[in-house]
């Protein structure tokens, strides 16, 4: 009898995750996916060939069972958005109790009648084999077309670095360099005027510690994906509009910035260790160009990785799971920047922590908030008072890790504490934003500690496209000319088109 290629498994494994990347195609390189890949097929590769053998190697049976596996595992959380709001009286039905149950019966009938039926399901598999294959064409042509159309894709954008270089004139003494970015963290006045609370406790304890505060300072950009990789590279990157596209709406174009970035080259190139702490998203996750990579997350909580998680069963488990890696994740990261000063020779330290912004881990006591919002994505007006208490909390984290730092180094090093962009709760989904809106997600903390710092080159509207030219001028003798301190918004549907918001939210 002629055999049956059985393949319907594998591409039934592979569906979902493609067809969710190439639906999301523009936020998300195809590394970002490879994790998920691997894990399905790996898998299935090695529960098949189980199964095969406990069913006395009725390979048809087998591959039916586990695909039935599959569709449900995956289809498990369409099901679930679906029900969670049916009720029978007062009783809510759609809870993910139920639904298991309901899943686990199905897939126990499936079981029994393939395991009962004496046909010989070589029809079957064939059909199967090709609605496998008709699934799976779609989301790669999909992702083709769109790869052909952006060439541009996963190559880092070239940089010269030439452009202000000099030597400094004591190479021996040059600080330890902190480059610290808070996400989301909100400058004094916005948590003054939009959530009811004096942060001046805070901003006194850094001045006491020598700090510059800069009151009047405002993101360049409105998202951490475009706002670090311009402060990386110390530049405006209006300019991806004209290699993107207006009408883009690829995220990933800024990525190979972030990871190849003029700052890290520069001090690399003068002696510097270039230390990396994983912030668990995407771009500030992980990077190859660094000399050490702290903390790295392979269980990333990025909007891919939680969208697919989403859509299977692994949702009725995932906020808890999440919720305390990310936990673990930030405190660990508070912990590890104070131990530093152990490593030898001159160091700069990147660490984005994900922290006032969503997802809200800690109370104001860093404890754990079971009915908080755990997604990336949480602003709203009922989130303020989350965000307000994490932000207290991050006050504390930061105040300990100051005096660990100051006191431990041997020579006085650069901090930089900075956020990306404000925070967004007042917000509202499908309005368009208004002055106040702008206001609260442009004005930034932005606070500096430059040892010896000569020329007072800092001033209170310091943006973060300067930092470093002011940070590099000031001690590795340079003449990078300081760049006209703007911010620009734009839209996540068109993130390269770009206007000009600086008077809109500059201070009176």
Not at 55 to 69: E, R, S, V
């Amino acid at each position: 009898m002629k055999k049956t290629l059985i393949i319907y498994p594998f591409l039934f494994a592979l569906f979902p995750v493609l067809f969710l990347y190439s639906y999301n195609i523009e936020q998300l390189p195809f590394t970002e996916v490879l994790l998920s890949l691997t894990i399905v097929m790996g898998f299935t590769i090695i529960a098949l060939p189980i199964l095969w053998l406990i069913l006395k190697k009725d390979i048809k049976k087998a591959g039916i069972i586990i695909t039935a596996f599959l569709v449900l595992f995956f289809s498990y959380g369409h099901a679930y958005e679906a029900i969670n709001t049916w009720k029978v009286g007062t009783i809510i039905i759609g809870r993910h109790r139920y639904l298991m149950i309901v899943c686990a019966i199905l897939f126990i009938l499936c079981v029994y009648f393939t395991m009962r039926t004496r046909k010989d399901l070589i029809n079957l598999t064939k059909i199967l084999n090709a609605i496998s294959i008709i699934l799976i064409l779609i989301p790669i042509i999909n992702i083709s077309i769109y790869e052909i159309k952006t060439g541009y894709r996963g190559k880092d954008i070239a940089f010269d670095i030439k452009e202000g270089y000099a030597e400094s004139d004591n190479q021996e003494n040059l600080p330890d360099i902190y480059y610290i970015i808070l996400d989301g963290y909100a400058n004094s006045d916005t948590l003054k005027e939009f959530y009811n609370y004096d942060n001046n406790g805070f901003a006194e304890f850094l001045r006491e510690k020598g700090f510059y505060i800069a009151d009047k300072s405002v993101s360049n950009y409105h998202a951490s994906y475009l706002s670090i990789a311009s402060s990386l590279n110390m530049e405006y990157i209006n300019y991806l509009s004209d290699i993107a596209g207006i009408e883009s709406k690829d995220q990933t174009l800024t990525y190979g910035m972030i990871r190849s970035n003029k700052v890290a080259y520069f001090l690399k190139s003068r002696g510097y260790k270039f230390i990396h702490f994983s912030s668990g998203w995407g771009p500030t996750n992980y990077n190859k160009y660094a000399d050490l990579n702290i903390g790295i997350s392979y269980l990333k909580r990025n909007e891919f990785q939680m969208l697919l998680i989403r859509t299977t069963m692994i949702d009725a488990f995932e906020k808890q799971f999440f919720k305390d890696i990310d936990r673990k994740r930030i405190l660990n990261t508070f912990d590890n920047l104070a131990e530093i000063y152990k490593v030898e020779g001159k160091k700069f330290v990147f660490a984005h922590i994900i922290c006032p912004h969503p997802p809200y881990l800690f109370d104001r006591d860093g404890n754990s908030v079971p009915e908080a919002d755990t997604g990336m994505n949480g602003w709203g007006l009922k989130q303020k008072e989350y965000y307000l208490n994490q932000l207290i909390f991050i006050n504390k984290k930061i105040e300990i890790l100051i005096d660990e730092i100051l006191s431990k180094s041997e020579v006085p090093p650069i901090i930089i504490l900075q956020a990306d962009h404000g925070p967004r709760n007042t917000f509202i989904e499908g309005e368009y934003p208004t002055t106040d809106i702008f206001k609260e997600g442009s004005r930034i903390f932005n606070a500096y500690y430059l040892p010896s710092e000569e020329g007072n080159l800092l001033y209170d509207s310091i943006t973060p496209v300067n930092t470093f030219r002011v940070v590099f001028n000031s001690y590795f003798n340079t003449d990078y000319e300081l760049l006209e301190d703007k911010s620009y918004n734009s839209f996540e549907d068109e993130p390269y088109r770009f206007t000009d918001i600086t008077d809109m939210v500059g201070y009176d």
